[in-house]
């Protein structure tokens, strides 16, 4: 099994990015995915979820409007599309598959966002 992120970097204020998480090794179109980020010094949080039937969606209050999960269950990705960049965006990015007691996660894409 594996979660591969991709697609941080560094950013100014303001800016874009899209981070994608190539799955392998396992049923990605019956799995929840998430998205969560961990700030330094804090609690890692969730971004974003996306359903694996419905497609619905849930994001962190902080980033309502601004960012998208989205999912390709034929490629086995997952996005997340990040508009308006914030400071207080930067953060290592991780995805997240679960499916009852099943939980993987990726090793993270750094995000900064910095003048």
């Known amino acids: 099994v594996q979660l591969v992120e991709s697609g941080g970097g560094l950013v100014q204020p303001g800016g874009s990015l899209r981070l994608s998480c190539a799955a392998s090794?396992?049923?990605?179109?019956?799995?929840?995915m998430r998205w969560y980020r961990q700030r330094p010094g804090q609690e890692r949080e969730l971004v974003a979820f996306i359903g694996s039937s419905n497609y619905s969606t849930y994001y962190t209050n902080s980033v309502k409007g601004r960012f998208a999960i989205s999912r390709d269950n034929a490629e086995e990705r997952l996005y997340l599309q990040m508009n308006n960049l914030k400071p207080e965006d930067t953060a290592m990015y991780y995805c997240?598959?679960?499916?009852?007691?099943?939980?993987?996660w990726g090793q993270g894409t750094q995000v900064t966002v910095s003048s």
């Open positions: 090794g396992f049923t990605f179109r019956a799995y929840n």
């Open positions: 997240k598959a679960v499916r009852g007691q099943e939980v993987y």
